[in-house]
């Protein structure tokens, strides 16, 4: 019986032969690209550039290659012309017809504010001046709110943070102002005159005129029917003084109780 001969080995190159010949094939290839890139002719460069420019407007404002661009030739350093270069290129156009609207609102927001003011203002000096209380109170406004203006003098005595008798009457009046006109936040603001506090129950003229609107806050609180939530009470001391100080007509209009009526458009 014949014997079956051994396979013989197949005739060529080794396989890894084959891979090393592919991966040399591929790094020719890309060394070549790379050379041509490196060469390629001006004027396919500035066609690719233009055809970028029209698709995209990328270099608007610029030139018509990289490197001679108003932004870009110079690098970073030239980020601070940022502003010129996109007003040149006309991209912030709707920007800015945004910030014009917003201006706009803005603008006939206050305008708003100003005109329910003015009105509300406009009936509360009626009531005041039918209640003959002109004298005591002053009413002024601006587009957030109506301001009544309480002197001192009828509210309190020297020092003191306990409501003079007398004071009661026109309290109950702006009561009843506040429960039909107050719309929204109403606060009230305790102000004094600069001369220190000396031989008081309060040291200085903060904790007197915190306490001077505390004490019209609940005074307020007990004659109404407003919401405690709603009303605000602070003491300003002598920092916003609305007349001079160093005369005594001065002193005593900065002694006083401010009450701010808020609009329904500007209260908080």
């Known amino acids: 019986m014949a014997k079956r001969k051994p396979d013989e080995p197949k005739k060529g190159a080794p396989a890894w032969q084959t891979t090393f010949g592919d991966l040399m094939n591929l790094l020719l290839c890309f060394f070549v690209l790379l050379f041509a890139m490196s060469t390629i002719d001006e004027d396919k460069q500035e066609q690719i550039i233009a055809s970028f420019n029209d698709m995209f407007s990328v270099f608007d404002g610029g030139a018509s290659a990289i490197g001679d661009g108003m932004l870009i030739s110079n690098g970073v350093s030239q980020l601070n012309e940022l502003d010129q270069y996109i007003n040149s290129t006309g991209k912030m156009d709707q920007g800015e017809v945004l910030d014009e609207d917003m201006v706009s609102v803005q603008e006939k ?160």
Not at 112 to 140: F, N, T, Y
Not at 161 to 184: C, S, W
Not at 220 to 241: F, I, Q
Not at 255 to 265: A, P
């Open 109 to 268: 927001m206050e305008e708003a504010q100003m005109e329910e003011s003015e009105e509300m203002a406009e009936r509360i000096q009626e009531a005041v001046d039918e209640q003959g209380l002109g004298k005591e109170i002053d009413v002024d406004f601006t587009a957030q709110y109506v301001q009544l203006t309480l002197k001192g003098g009828i509210l309190f005595d020297s020092g003191s943070v306990e409501l003079k008798e007398e004071a009661l009457p026109v309290l109950d009046q702006v009561g009843k102002i506040l429960e039909r006109y107050a719309q929204g936040t109403i606060e009230i603001e305790g102000h004094t005159d600069n001369v220190p506090m000396s031989g008081a129950k309060y040291s200085n003229n903060n904790e007197l005129s915190s306490g001077r609107a505390l004490s019209v806050f609940d005074y307020l609180m007990s004659v109404t029917n407003l919401s405690p939530a709603d009303v605000k009470h602070s003491g300003r001391g002598e920092y916003v003084p609305i007349a001079d100080n160093s005369t005594a007509e001065g002193r005593a209009r900065n002694r006083r109780v401010e009450i701010k009526i808020y609009n329904s458009l500007s209260s908080y």
